[in-house]
């Protein structure tokens, strides 16, 4: 568990704050971080975030707001969630959409690109735009349409294109998965309006590789 929690922003509805990799998004992970750092006993998990990315999360502090986020972030909702990414080569096509539909076994707690629909099949969809490419590796943007499990890792791995470090689907590098939650939107998600919340990922390998690209992508959205 980290030391010290960086909270981005709270209202006494929601807060949203950094989930560093390695730390659960469900208890007895961050949300009890968050209850020992605010005194609060009140924190509910409205989306979540595998245990080895980290990033952006956005957490409800009453059952109101819990319900109005969680309305948000379920596929037909409308909060926004943009992720960061280094897979392994380049992408064919610098920019496009990935639909797919994807079966979870929860026993291997693996996902798996399938043909066929059937039962626990669901569709999953993305976009996706090259920012930069070095050394073998390209940084890719994310807009995710949909939250299914280990989604982007499985997307990208299906077409030859694993994260970098996600052993889990393919990949032989040793570092830690590089995936991050960049920015999520919320537009009237509760009584507060229209939301963006940011975060770079940590300056360190392999996001020290695109630290150029990354900090004009910051710019470029403030």
Known sequence: MPDTLQILYRSSDIVCCIKDPGVLSEDPGLPALIRDALGISDVFCVHRLDREAGGVMVYALNKDSAAALSAAFSPQGT????????IEGSMEEKSGDLNDLLFHDSTKNKSYVVTRRRRGVREASLSYETVSEKDGL????????SGRTHQIRVQFSSRRHPLLGDRRYGSTAVCPLALWSYEIGLFDASDE???SFSSLPPDCYPWDLFSGHLNSLSQNEE
């Open 138 to 145: 390209s940084l890719i943007r994310i807009d995710l349409h």
């Open 193 to 195: 309006g229209t939301l």
């Open 79 to 86: 909060a926004r969630k943009t992720y960061l990414a280094v």
